[in-house]
């Protein structure tokens, strides 16, 4: 399996980014997908994660701001990150099991 992200970037506190993470070469729909991010000097941390149901679950740090969402037919998973926070830099990672995609870095500021 191998995951690409996209979709990270500069925005303002209180803006909006959308995330992708595309997936090859394995069966996207049997399992759940994770996002996960990593700021400088912290450890990763999981962000969102949606079963292969579609069932989403979010920490306490994003829910309400956060949500995931996938696409089978497109074997693609998005991150919808709403009213952004400085708080919320980081490197995002998608996951699928063992397998991690190479990041895409989102930075808030104003």
């Known amino acids: 399996v191998r995951l690409v992200e996209s979709g990270g970037g500069l925005v303002q506190p209180g803006g909006s980014l959308r995330l992708s993470c595309v997936a090859s070469g394995g069966l996207f729909s049997s399992h759940a997908m994770y996002w996960y991010r990593q700021a400088p000097g912290k450890q990763r941390e999981l962000v969102a994660s949606?079963?292969?149901?579609?069932?989403?679950l979010y920490p306490d740090s994003v829910k309400g701001r956060f949500t995931i969402s996938r696409d089978n037919t497109k074997n693609t998973v998005y991150l919808q990150m709403d009213s952004l926070k400085p708080e919320d830099t980081a490197v995002y990672y998608c996951?699928?099991?063992?397998?991690w995609g190479q990041g895409t870095q989102v930075t808030v500021s104003s």
């Open positions: 996951n699928q099991i063992s397998t």
């Open positions: 949606i079963t292969a149901g579609g069932t989403p």
